[in-house]
T-cell receptor
Framework: KAGVTQTPRYLIKTRGQQVTLSCSPI?????VSWYQQTPGQGLQFLFE???????NKGNFPGRFSGRQFSNSRSEMNVSTLELGDSALYLC??????????????FGQGTRLTVV | LAKTTQPISMDSYEGQEVNITCSHN???????ITWYQQFPSQGPRFIIQ???TKVTNEVASLFIPADRKSSTLSLPRVSLSDTAVYYC????????????FGKGTHLIIQP
């Protein structure tokens, strides 16, 4: 079956702009989580959506937001981009609400560069 | 979430068995132990999960002693393609904080 698909794979934006990233989970998976990965901070949890509702949120400013549609596809939006937002953004899907005891399937990520 | 400690890096050679140990002294009764593998510029990939004793699948084994304060990921007969970062995660369901990835262990396999 198809894996988690993230689009676009690469993106270059200018400071102050906003960006929207997309994630299509594995068919049948209802949970979608987003992570930011940078060399300095490692992998950090942004938020999780389950059945179109944000269930959990990490420690990120309000510029980072997301949503989930009825078909479980999810989008993540970052407004007023800063240089420090340059990172690999990863999406993970799972059958049930995410946790260590639930296998998460990650996409290949979107590499965002802010200039 | 239980804090985990694992070596920052390890080296080995093709064909060897590699064991990566993770310490988690504060593991809770309902916590599971899960390992992920990550290659550069890719998302992490689930390797194995366990609660106690030993778990084995087609790619690895996970050994968990009776006190569950540590766990060891065993990779049999590694190859160059096993060079990656390996993360040990400890926790339970609910996902309140998402998956907490530490620094992981950077495993380098040499010919």
């Amino acid at each position: 079956k198809a894996g988690v698909t993230q689009t676009p794979r690469y993106l270059i934006k200018t400071r102050g702009q906003q960006v929207t990233l997309s994630c299509s989970p594995i068919s049948g998976h209802r949970s979608v989580s987003w992570y930011q990965q940078t060399p300095g901070q490692g992998l950090q949890f942004l938020f999780e959506y389950f059945s179109e509702t944000q269930r959990n949120k990490g420690n990120f400013p309000g510029r980072f937001s997301g949503r989930q549609f009825s078909n479980s596809r999810s989008e993540m939006n970052v407004s007023t981009l800063e240089l420090g937002d340059s990172a690999l953004y990863l999406c993970a899907s799972s059958l049930s609400q995410g946790g260590v005891n639930t296998e998460a399937f990650f996409g290949q990520g979107t590499r965002l560069t802010v200039v | 979430l239980a804090k985990t400690t694992q070596p920052i890096s390890m080296d080995s050679y093709e064909g060897q068995e590699v064991n990566i140990t993770c310490s988690h002294n504060n593991i809770a009764t309902n916590d599971y132990i899960t390992w992920y593998q990550q290659f550069p510029s890719q998302g992490p990939r689930f390797i194995i999960q366990g609660y106690k004793t030993k778990v084995t699948n087609e790619v690895a084994s996970l050994f968990i002693p009776a006190d569950r304060k540590s766990s060891t990921l065993s990779l049999p007969r590694v190859s160059l393609s096993d060079t990656a970062v390996y993360y040990c995660l400890v926790g339970s369901g609910g996902g309140a904080d998402g998956l907490t990835f530490g620094k992981g262990t950077h495993l380098i396999i040499q010919p």
